[in-house]
């Protein structure tokens, strides 16, 4: 047998087991409880999200009025946290939500209202569509929001903008906040054209690159600290998560977001995003979403998908019911911690390829909104290559690396 297919976890589990297990068989008078108890004391040092020092949280919400912004991925095992704060005593009031709902089950850019959830009968309050920043009268009352979201790790995931906005209606009340940190897949590197004011949106508010390398608790300490959310003070806790290091791989228990089901999307997303901006289908609609690229008018792709309604794309993918021919991704960025860059070989080779490159980009100007530049369009259509169109974003990428420094928390 291969013995790479274990890894050193794995191994020093193993010998701890076997070493109850000879202690047993040589000491009669060890009971089989002590035995149970001996091996259950054997602990796995694994990544957990902060939510998991349950205690400690406790700790910080007893006795208080309390909202959650959270949707499917807040949880502790498989327990969700509402339930477990309700069943712990806490006086949980709302939920806010943010894109794709409470239950993460709405398709991209589908806006929602609020209601009441089936299970616990609390207030939902949606933070994505009209109303993205909560009000004064949603927080009157309220002690303390704790937010508790699943981060990918790149900038136009707009659970970002759903904290800057919580970050800011809290400090405007003088209401404190605690962020229950979680792992994010891509923090090991930085990379990527930082965001320009002048194309900033809800796909990206803050002056940081595609892939910006913090955790979602590193990254609400850096809006207060650089003064994003405005000039309130923000009284900020960050739940840090536990056994994590930047070099900790961690597999999600759940997916996300309905067009990120799988970590193989996940570790493609940041890289292939961008085609949400052209008309190259990045697999929305399909069961391979952001792992497969493709477009009716490609000239050399050796892979064929045809778009569908599907969930998170419920309503009409891009070329819904059009052939579109282009490349299976699925084998590519699988290495986790072995990404160290952003890969826009794919762009640039769609671009080339395409039989139609005046209408490449979407005239919307939703392409400049996800890169945070002009520059990555322009050098594409000047015939820039992989190497330019680095260089145009590695001054900008060093002053924000400069900044991240002072926030981080882990080593």
Avoid at 37 to 64: A, C, M, R
Avoid at 370 to 377: E, F, V
């Amino acid at each position: 047998m291969d013995m790479s297919f274990f890894s050193s976890k794995s191994i020093n589990f193993i010998l701890c087991a076997l070493a109850v297990l000879f202690s047993f068989s040589c000491a009669d008078v060890i009971s089989s409880e002590k035995v149970t108890e001996t091996v259950s004391s054997v602990e796995i040092q694994e990544p957990k999200p902060g939510i998991y020092d349950f205690q400690k949280l406790l700790s910080l919400v007893e006795g208080k009025r309390v909202a959650i912004v959270s949707n499917h991925t807040g949880l502790i095992g498989s327990t969700h946290i509402v339930d477990s704060l309700l069943s712990s005593g806490v006086e949980l009031t709302k939920v806010f939500a943010p894109e794709h709902g409470f239950r993460g089950d709405r398709p991209d850019g589908e806006e929602f209202g609020g209601g009441r959830d089936s299970k616990t009968g609390l207030e939902i309050i949606s933070l994505y569509g009209e109303n993205r920043k909560p009000t004064k009268d949603q927080l009157g009352g309220l002690d303390l929001v704790l937010f508790d979201i699943q981060d990918v790790g790149a900038r136009f995931y707009t659970y970002l903008s759903t904290l800057h906005y919580v970050i800011q209606a809290c400090s405007e009340n003088q209401i404190p906040v605690i962020v229950a940190d979680r792992p994010n897949p891509h923090v090991h590197y930085v990379d990527g054209p930082v965001m320009e004011e002048k194309h900033m949106s809800f796909v990206g508010l803050h002056p940081v690159p595609i892939v910006y390398g913090m955790t979602i608790g590193e990254y609400a300490k850096m809006i207060v600290g650089e003064r994003w959310h405005g000039e309130h003070h923000c009284d900020l806790t960050v739940l840090p998560c536990i056994d994590y290091s930047r070099s900790s791989d961690y597999n999600f228990p759940m997916k996300p977001s309905p067009n990120l089901p799988t970590m193989n999307s996940i570790y493609c997303y940041p890289s292939l995003c961008l085609f949400e901006g052209t008309v190259v289908s990045a697999g929305r609609g399909t069961d391979y979403p952001f792992t497969i690229i493709g477009e009716p008018n490609n000239q050399n792709g050796n892979f064929q998908f045809t778009p569908e309604p599907k969930m998170g794309a419920s309503i009409s993918p891009k070329h819904k019911g059009v052939t579109c021919i282009g490349y299976d991704l699925r084998e590519l960025f699988q290495g986790g911690s072995e990404i160290s860059e952003l890969d826009f070989t794919w762009l640039v080779r769609m671009y080339n390829e395409s039989s139609n490159k005046e209408d490449f980009f979407l005239e919307s100007g939703y392409f400049e909104k996800l890169a945070g530049t002009d520059d990555i369009r322009n050098g594409i259509v000047r015939g820039e290559s992989l190497t330019e169109l680095r260089s145009a974003w590695e001054p900008s990428l060093n002053g924000f690396k400069k900044i991240r420094a002072k926030y981080l928390i882990y080593d």
